[in-house]
């Protein structure tokens, strides 16, 4: 089987992590990965970012399906049901407004700048050796901090349920692929 250039795209989710470990300003590239898939959903009105260049879905297929790090059980019932799915978005979504809501407050110089990373929206890990000052505002910082939490964050569970189920059990609760089916059943009722 031929292997094209979107075949390659866990290399960017890897470097992406990485780079981020060096230099949490890197975070904001993580937008590449929430916007293109909802612009594709819109414009096309199919998952072909899930089903073709999601990055973080190889690289847990590749994980667990080549190196055998998946137990290759079948994710629970629960896990794949509606209500576990757009609850875990509600709460994602949440998650991602308090991250913007601390972002402002460093933007209104009503809180200083957090220089940790918070790993299942729980665990604050120091992460000052990633960022020292630069000419942009520390809110832009806070937000890259915040936003490397929630990708850090969801591939951390990514990786987890990978080990547990099948290696990309991930994609069955992933809120991209949740708000990118959404728009895409709203998108094909209306043609």
Do not use: E
Not at 43 to 57: E, L
């Amino acid at each position: 089987m031929k292997k094209h250039w979107y075949d390659y795209l866990w290399i960017v989710s890897l470097l992406y992590l990485v780079l981020g470990f060096f230099n949490i300003l890197f975070a904001w590239l993580g937008l590449l990965c929430f916007f293109i898939p909802l612009i594709i959903s819109v414009a096309k009105g199919n998952k072909g970012y899930c089903n073709q260049y999601c990055g973080r879905g190889q690289l847990f297929g590749l994980l667990g399906g080549r190196f055998g790090l998946s137990r290759r059980k079948d994710i629970p019932k629960w896990m794949k049901s509606k209500a576990f799915r757009y609850g875990f978005l509600i709460f994602f979504l949440a998650m991602f407004i308090v991250m913007l809501w601390n972002t402002y407050l460093v933007f209104a110089s009503a809180q200083n700048l957090s220089q940790a990373v918070t790993l299942l929206w729980t665990f604050d890990l120091p992460w000052q050796w990633a960022y020292h000052g630069t000419l942009f505002h520390n809110g832009v910082a806070q937000f890259a901090f915040g936003f490397y939490s929630v990708m850090l964050t969801s591939t951390v569970l990514g990786l987890i349920t990978m080990v547990l189920f099948k290696p990309r059990s991930w994609c069955v609760y992933c809120p991209m692929g949740t708000m990118t089916q959404l728009i895409c059943k709203v998108k094909n009722k209306k043609a």
